[in-house]
């Protein structure tokens, strides 16, 4: 058995296939990692490489995460380049038992290293793999295009967009019941974005990055990539609407949403309604 016949290495190139597909990924945008199951890393044990590349710091910590497994892309790779090379475009790396450090177990060859923003990814694996009790297993950034032109529009904050993305499209307060989250622009790939975004999803499972993108956590691929494309798919329905220049007659309502709620049983942030 080869790396790329394991089940959750196909699904996670098949992901960064879907995104390239949807156009969500120019160039080497967007970046993914996903925290291994035991039950994988065993399976991939026998596939590793004998000798593991050296630590690198994180420069951040989490102790929570210590001695985990990650599947991620690759810094400067592109995801319409995984298919036709995953051993190049992504990784796996294996968290050091103090939690601040990582080093390449897989992949990313020919002095390959993880996505820039894997410090960011980490600490929101740290956050969200508490949040849910280590129900959540995937990071995934994509520039959406729809989402992304919002933020030139709305106001930045989580109830202008929480409300927008509900109010367009029937799923959404069943899909993300807690909303999103919004952190306004910042040089990305630094410590400052990561700890924002990292405090916002202590709470939310998707954060708005302002003129750039978003950030989702899930438990699996389906879950993940579906809270990604429902998102981007509520923004373009809004913004197609705003474009369309004629005056808005009816939209769903806050009691319209407090309806869906209660019938397929999910608790809406309160905070986020009313006016
Ligand atoms: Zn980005």
Sequence with gaps: MRMT???????????????WLQGYHERNGGNLTYRLPQADVALMRPLLAPVPGTWTPLHVCAPNLAGEYFITTGSGKYMRNVLLD?????????????????????????????????????LNHSVRKAATGGAH????????????????????????????????????PVVFPGGVGVVPWM??????IALATSKLMEIYDAVVWAHHGLFVSGVDFD???????????????YLKVLSSGQPVRQTITDDNLRAIA??????????????
Aim: with cysteine; charged share 20%.
């Design 5 to 19: 016949d394991v089940g959750v290495m196909q699904n996670f190139m098949r992901m960064c296939n879907d995104g």
């Design 86 to 122: 995953p051993e190049g475009c992504l990784g796996v790396v294996e968290i050091n038992p103090q939690g601040d450090s990582y080093r390449i177990v897989w992949g990313l060859a020919n002095g390959g290293r993880p996505t820039s923003e894997f410090p960011s990814h980490f």
């Design 223 to 237: 879950d993940t990539f579906g809270l990604m494309h429902t998102i981007e798919k509520s923004a373009e329905i």
């Design 187 to 192: 040089v990305p790939g630094g410590a400052e």
């Design 262 to 275: 209660r019938d397929f049983g999910v608790t809406l942030r309160e905070a986020l309604l009313g006016e």
């Design 137 to 172: 297993h995937m990071i995934y950034h994509a520039h959406p295009v729809n989402l992304i032109a919002l933020t030139y529009i709305l106001p930045l904050t989580d109830r202008a967009f929480t409300r927008a993305l509900w109010q367009s499209a029937t799923e959404c």
